[in-house]
């Protein structure tokens, strides 16, 4: 029996996993998320000496169901491969008594390749076996990591096209470069005059008009999502925190059964949501530790039981995590209110018309897994340096905000329990931000003299995906106001 799909505001809307795949969001607005979560089918043991490509394997089948083994290996083999930079994928660093997991050896050198690498495989795969005759619009808004991974997995895949919103100036240089010298005929990449929730409600909007839909349709098309509100994007995250299970086992730093710590720096709330499930299917994960940037909606959703998006929104030196909407928490909502939909789609009616939400005393009993902690842009400096000058070791300001909410933590609570800090970017991405941190000096020079001093502070090798902008032409000058996002939709697919 397949394990069925159903959207987190209508239970009677359900679908199989290539189907949850292939529409990304449900017609209804709602999020799919599996009838329950599946148990590891394996003995953890095993983990200590299975390849990231076999504990995907072990994983993944459990949730896509619809997938055959032929198929589902076919699209991990031909997304973690050669693209990443070390045959460990997902590497696993200790410094100063953590183990920080770097997700960024892909294409882009952020952890949405994680996920990126291999969506479109398995887009394209749900298209086939569900003969979908039209062409797949890829829509997607981005604060910055997302955009770039998207594109790269995407570009020039036979049947797709992608379109890619950014926040003009809510985005880091790198960042930016990386994706306006996109190649590649079916990609599109827009700044908008906004945010990054600005430009997320925007893509939201668009999937849920209608009238567009049918406009769509009949000229050939379907939108789907590559946003980590695609359980495609969701699942494959799942895969790491195993995988780092294992790698623990296997160098002796936990024995079988141990409960590990995960640290996440979070923003749309999908990795720290896949720990959560990786948590659901049985790894011993003791606690969840969402760590946010001064955009800390989050961390007083879980002080409070109160989710309030009516404040500022502060352009922080984490930028990918500068977001007030966290989207994938709708899927934690949904399970707390014991996949109830109805009490869900009221609760999340009540964030779109007030801006905010409280849930009841019986829905924060799920609430136990997760501590909340934040971070400001002077602490996120100070821990940069300070790891730096004790360890030798670069991490980046997202990871910098983890790193210092779980050092935080641990003074708090006396809780030593081994940690996992999701390493969510390159350093190089970041590289003014963290230069800045490490010495004040560096302000005045220009972002690839940064890059090559970055280098040679750290001794680490500049990634292929900094030299490749180096010299790269731009190809993407569009930018529009936030009222302009269908126009644009319509002139790239040439539909009026
Ligand atoms: C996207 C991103 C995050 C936030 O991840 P979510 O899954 O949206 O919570 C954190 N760090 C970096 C570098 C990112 O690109």
Request: glycine letters at 8%.
């Amino acid at each position: 029996m397949d394990l069925m799909y159903r959207s987190t505001r209508n239970a009677k809307n359900q679908v199989t996993a290539s189907q949850a795949v292939l529409k990304g969001l449900a017609e209804d607005g709602g999020l799919f998320v599996p009838e329950r979560i599946p148990g590891l089918e394996l003995s953890l043991g095993a983990l200590a000496d299975m390849s990231y490509q076999e504990t995907a394997y072990a994983v993944m089948k459990q949730f896509l169901t619809d997938y055959t083994e032929r198929e589902l290996k076919d699209c991990i083999r031909s997304a973690y491969d050669e693209k990443f930079d070390t045959p460990e994928i997902a590497p696993l660093r200790e410094a100063d008594g953590a183990y920080y997991l770097e997700l960024f050896h892909g294409a882009t050198i952020a952890f949405k390749d994680m996920a990126l690498s291999i969506l479109p495989y398995l887009m394209t795969t749900a298209a086939k076996k569900n003969r979908e005759d039209k062409e797949i619009v890829i829509l997607t808004a981005t604060s910055g990591d997302t955009g770039k991974a998207a594109l790269a997995g995407f570009a020039d895949v036979p049947g797709t096209r992608i379109i890619v919103f950014y926040p003009k100036n809510g985005v880091s240089a790198v960042q930016e470069r990386q994706m306006v010298t996109q190649k590649g005929a079916n990609t599109c990449v827009i700044g908008i005059h906004g945010n990054f929730d600005d430009a997320q409600t925007g893509v939201k909007k668009l999937f849920g008009d209608v009238a567009l839909g049918k406009v769509l349709a009949d000229a050939g098309y379907r939108f789907s999502s590559a946003n980590s509100i695609n359980i495609g994007r969701l699942v494959p995250q799942i895969v790491y925190y195993v995988y780092a299970y294992g790698r623990l086992l296997k160098a002796g730093k936990i024995r079988l059964g141990d409960s590990i710590n995960v640290v996440v720096p979070t923003g749309n709330f999908g990795n720290i949501l896949a720990a959560y499930y990786a948590k659901c299917m049985g790894l011993p994960i003791g606690r969840l530790i969402c760590a946010s940037n001064e955009n800390k909606v989050l961390y007083d959703f879980f002080r409070t039981g109160v989710y309030d998006r009516n404040r500022d929104f502060i352009l922080t030196s984490s930028p990918s995590m500068d977001i007030l909407i966290s989207s994938n928490l709708e899927r934690l909502i949904y399970r707390m209110a014991g996949d109830d939909a109805k009490e869900n789609a009221r609760l999340m009616e009540e964030l779109s018309s007030k801006g905010s939400y409280e849930i009841s005393d019986s829905m924060k009993a799920v609430m136990k897994d997760f501590t909340g902690g934040f971070a400001t842009m002077e602490e996120v400096a100070v821990e940069i340096a300070r790891l730096y000058k004790e360890t030798g070791y670069v991490i980046d300001t997202h990871t910098a905000v983890a790193s210092r909410v779980y050092r935080a933590y641990k003074e708090q609570s006396g809780d030593v329990t081994p940690a996992v800090i999701a390493s969510t970017a390159s350093p190089y991405k970041f590289a003014r931000s963290v230069m800045e941190a490490i010495d004040p000096k560096y302000a005045g020079m220009d972002d690839f003299a940064l890059i090559d001093e970055l280098s040679r502070i750290s001794g680490t090798k500049v990634p292929q995906a900094i030299e490749e902008i180096r010299s790269a032409a731009v190809l993407h000058d569009k930018v529009i106001e936030k009222t302009q996002m269908e126009a644009a939709v319509r002139e790239f697919l040439g539909i009026h």
